[in-house]
């Protein structure tokens, strides 16, 4: 007889997942990372609003994992809904996880390497006259200047920015390894910057600093939308985390140490740091391809004469 999932009748998905929410940042999760949560798995409810019962949880779990996708964001369904489901599990809410067997995909480390001549059109896309330009423009420079995290962008505050001494704080609290990092930044990244934070409307004194039209904490879904729209004019797709790709590939290119490099993107080991400077190796075989003495040695002996037997 197959085993029959018993959900308490006076919990709600809604509920549960409110006070799933509210367990996570009593653990001090990042901010981000909990909306991350709302999102994805108040999107697997909506898609199955009627599995939350005994009969329906089991079946729209297997039906949900089942969506032909890419493995990291099959990973994402099985990371969000499975740490819920787990919650879940923990209170009574549910007798058993349906996704606690499940198995996490091999995914390739993706890093996306832009043409310059790409970035520079993409930079000259925002209208600076408009608010929304304005803070596009800024956000640009800044992910493209310190290798930020999209996410821990969107949760600076002003007292974050030292514009005097060119530099970002990234607080424990927002850094997605909980640790705090200064970043330094550019003259232009720092002028830019503070040229938003004097025209926000003294309202939004409190806000973060780079908000939305109504004074609300940018997002990354919010900013997905507007390089998806940037992106349709450039004829190049590009994600919101793209640009730390391109930030790390053009640092170590521009001459930077791998260990500078771990510094600005807050890895914890050289490991995923040495994912950039694998591929800028490739770099390197390239232009001794093409630039080796020995092109121009080899070449010009073997026009003269003939090696001999």
């Not at 409307?201 to 609300?216: A, D, I, L, M, Q």
């Not at 985390?241 to 080991?269: C, P, W």
Request: one cysteine or more; glycine letters at 4%.
């Amino acid at each position: 007889m197959s085993r029959i999932y018993k959900i308490k009748d006076s919990v709600t998905w809604k509920e549960a997942l409110d006070e799933f929410l509210l367990d996570k940042k009593a653990q001090n999760i990042a901010d981000s990372t909990i909306e991350e949560y709302k999102y994805r798995i108040s999107l697997f409810f909506n898609l199955y609003p009627s599995a939350f019962n005994d009969e329906n949880i089991s079946k729209a779990v297997y039906q949900w994992m089942a969506e032909k996708c890419s493995p990291s964001y099959y990973n994402l369904k099985l990371n969000y809904l499975g740490a819920f489901l787990k919650f879940c599990v923990s209170k009574g809410y549910i007798k058993d996880n349906p996704l606690k067997d499940f198995k996490r995909k091999q995914t390739g480390h993706r890093i996306v390497d832009i043409d310059e001549e790409v970035i520079i059109k993409l930079l000259q896309l925002p209208d600076k006259s408009t608010y929304s330009g304005l803070r596009d423009f800024a956000l640009l420079l800044l992910l493209l200047d310190t290798g930020i995290r999209p996410g821990e962008a969107f949760q600076l505050m002003p007292d974050d920015i030292d514009l005097k001494n060119l530099k970002v704080h990234v607080r424990p609290e927002i850094a997605k390894n909980r640790c705090y990092r200064s970043l330094p930044i550019s003259e232009i990244t720092a002028r830019t910057i503070e040229k938003l934070l004097r025209i926000k409307p003294p309202e939004w004194k409190n806000t973060t600093v780079f908000c939305t039209f109504e004074g609300k904490p940018l997002n990354r879904h919010t900013w997905g939308d507007r390089l998806e729209s940037y992106s349709k004019k450039l004829g190049v797709k590009i994600r919101p985390y793209d640009l730390r790709h391109v930030f790390a590939l053009q640092f170590l290119r521009n001459g930077a140490k791998e260990i500078s490099l771990q510094g600005m993107l807050g890895h914890k080991t050289l490991s995923m740091t040495r994912l950039y400077v694998d591929l800028t190796q490739k770099d390197l075989r390239a232009e001794h391809d093409n630039a080796t003495p020995l092109q121009t040695f080899y070449k010009s002996n073997t026009r003269k004469r003939k090696i001999k037997e």
